[in-house]
């Protein structure tokens, strides 16, 4: 994972998605509007939000990727509430 954000001690930072929405609007020249919102803070209780414009391409590329990295690590357990396993 080289070239990952990390904190003070070495663990990859990661904030909770909480939720996302798409859209793909009328008048612009990208395919496909992703807008992500994922927890900030030490509570992880406000939320901030990143909007990104995708291609078709990138859309399909993505959710591939997503789907065979959900498919591989389905049978490992979820880390313990506020841990990381990714060093």
């Known amino acids: 994972m080289n070239g990952w954000n990390r904190d003070g001690s070495g663990q990859v930072k990661v904030s909770p998605v909480l939720g ?3 859209a ?4 612009e020249n990208a395919n496909v509007f992703l807008r992500l919102e994922f927890g900030v803070g030490h ?3 406000s939320v901030s939000a990143l909007q ?3 291609t078709a391409e990138q859309a399909r590329a993505l959710s591939q990727q997503l789907a ?3 498919d591989k690590h ?3 357990p979820s880390p ?3 841990q990381n396993l990714v060093k």
């Open 20 to 22: 996302w929405k798409t």
């Open 24 to 27: 793909r609007p009328l008048s």
């Open 43 to 45: 509570d992880l209780e």
């Open 52 to 54: 990104f414009s995708l």
């Open 68 to 70: 065979d990295d959900a």
């Open 74 to 76: 389905v049978s490992l």
């Open 80 to 82: 313990p509430q506020g």
